[in-house]
């Protein structure tokens, strides 16, 4: 091999880290998996976090569940929604 100098980091050294990055990104994907995304669907929004979500202000968050558009969700006192109810929503399919 011929002796190559990028920016002060020799070959072997580049190599390495190239290595390191590769598996590291390898052990994220891994992690993600079909399970994960599974999980983020299921993820719960607050009543602001899911107007921010869909870009709409709270009141129009309130009357679409007003309107059985879209269903706010109760835990105990606090109202909430499932990410994968606004993800339905957005792609217009309503109970």
């Known amino acids: ?4 100098q990028l920016i002060g980091i020799d070959l072997d050294s580049l190599v390495s880290i190239i290595r390191q990055v ?16 599974e999980a983020q669907l299921n993820v719960v929004l607050s009543r602001q976090e899911a107007a921010d ?3 709409i202000s ?3 968050l309130w009357k ?13 006192t606090k109202v909430v929604y499932y990410k994968n109810d ?3 929503y957005l792609n217009g399919e309503t109970r």
């Open 1 to 4: 091999m011929s002796n190559y």
């Open 22 to 37: 590769v598996a590291k990104e390898l052990q994220l994907i891994k992690f993600k998996g079909p399970n994960n995304q």
């Open 53 to 55: 979500f869909l870009g």
């Open 58 to 60: 709270t009141t129009t």
């Open 64 to 76: 679409l569940d007003k309107s059985g558009e879209l269903p706010a969700r109760r835990i105990k």
């Open 86 to 88: 606004l993800l339905n």
